[in-house]
């Protein structure tokens, strides 16, 4: 396969946006070639909605050219293996009591590099081509960087949906067991719930295996028909209802709001939020969940990566732990990489 490269005039746009301190997006939806969005071009509109935030609270990245006022997003320092294990066991231990219950737990992993975020965009994106890539900044958001493959509405005229339970982590080469099938159905269940109480006609396919690097998961995909009146209306109807789904919050969801409130000692921030692409011209919706990132100062090199999974009464804290492992291995060597690279030069 061909690999994808982002020219020279977008690196410059990219560059200009991030000494500048304007808003931008840049994103690559599978198959398509990368996409510059800010005040002076607006073909698309782009909406970040951050953790557990309403779509009608979003920032609109391509909204205006004044600089909105910037907000303080410190980068957090990383979680050990010990903090980590400690709080889920306490946490499995609730879990247990609780029954079928169920609390997406992340730690952060940190470091300083002196790196070409670009590079580490488009190295990352090569590697999972299936994936929504994107980099932005906003004055509101802070810098951040990712390739997430859970989509949380994709949406196209004159009213079709389509929506992703993606819960159940494993190694690639390792066999499905009871846990993750559990953990994914906990999602599908919740999902079905949604559609089936907005009155949205659906069906429902899966699970299927989806492979993402050294690790897999479990996918069931939702089809179905908007209204055929308001579609866009439907739609920010069914994000505001679905996001952040079990697999990003958990199940209960009021519990596992609790749960990660006293167990993180870090704010999510953007990470476990979803971003939305309306494409003006044909009407497209294209909104993925704000997984696989990491947070970034492009001024002083400090990055903070988001790893999370899903903890259950069945889970093992040691697993967890390197299943976050996995999930964050592939960004950080790509981080690592460019970092050797141009240090090299």
């Given amino acids: 396969m061909k690999k994808m490269q982002i020219n020279d005039r977008t690196r410059k746009k990219v560059d200009e946006a991030l000494s500048s301190g304007k808003s931008f997006m840049l994103y690559r939806i599978p198959s398509y070639s990368p996409k510059f969005v800010d005040a002076a071009n607006k073909k698309a509109d782009c909406y970040i909605t951050p953790w557990r935030e309403k779509f009608e609270n979003s920032i609109l990245v391509n909204e205006s050219d004044v600089i909105a006022e910037k907000q303080a997003y410190p980068i957090p320092e990383s979680t050990s293996r010990q903090q980590y294990i400690r709080r889920l066991e306490g946490l499995i231990e609730t879990l247990n009591i609780r029954g079928k219950a169920k609390t997406v737990i992340s730690r952060i992993i940190s470091g300083k590099n002196d790196c070409n975020w670009i590079d580490v965009a488009e190295d990352l994106w090569n590697a999972f081509p299936d994936s929504f890539g994107y980099l932005f900044y906003t004055p509101k958001t802070g810098a951040w960087l990712g390739a997430t493959p859970e989509k949380m509405l994709i949406a196209y005229p004159p009213n079709h949906f389509s929506t992703q339970a993606l819960a159940g982590t494993l190694p690639a080469d390792a066999d499905w067991n009871v846990k993750n099938y559990e953990e994914q159905q906990i999602v599908v269940d919740?999902?079905?719930?949604?559609?089936?109480?907005?009155?949205?006609?659906?069906?429902?396919i899966g699970p299927k295996e989806v492979?993402?690097?050294?690790?897999?998961?479990?996918?069931?995909?939702?089809?179905?028909?908007?209204?055929?009146?308001?579609?866009f209306e439907h739609a920010k109807q069914l994000l505001n209802r679905l996001a952040p789904?079990?697999?990003?919050?958990?199940?209960?969801?009021?519990?596992?709001?609790?749960?990660?409130?006293?167990?993180e000692d870090h704010e999510r921030y953007c990470y476990g939020g979803?971003?939305?692409?309306?494409?003006?011209?044909?009407?497209?919706?294209?909104?993925y969940v704000t997984i696989r990132c990491v947070q970034f100062d492009p001024h002083t090199g400090k990055w903070a990566l988001y790893a999370g999974g899903g903890i259950t009464p069945k889970s093992d804290p040691s697993v967890e732990w390197e299943e976050t492992e996995a999930k964050a291995s592939k960004l950080i060597e790509i981080i690592q990489c460019n970092t050797d690279l141009k240090n090299s030069l």
Avoid: C
Avoid at 190 to 204: C, G, H, M, S, V
């Fill in 245 to 263: 789904t079990p697999a990003l919050a958990g199940y209960p969801k009021g519990d596992a709001f609790d749960d990660i409130d006293e167990i």
């Fill in 274 to 287: 979803y971003i939305t692409v309306l494409n003006k011209g044909t009407g497209n919706i294209n909104s």
């Fill in 211 to 231: 492979v993402y690097g050294k690790i897999k998961h479990l996918s069931t995909s939702f089809t179905g028909l908007l209204n055929q009146d308001e579609p």
């Fill in 190 to 204: 919740y999902i079905e719930q949604i559609l089936n109480d907005t009155k949205t006609p659906f069906k429902a």
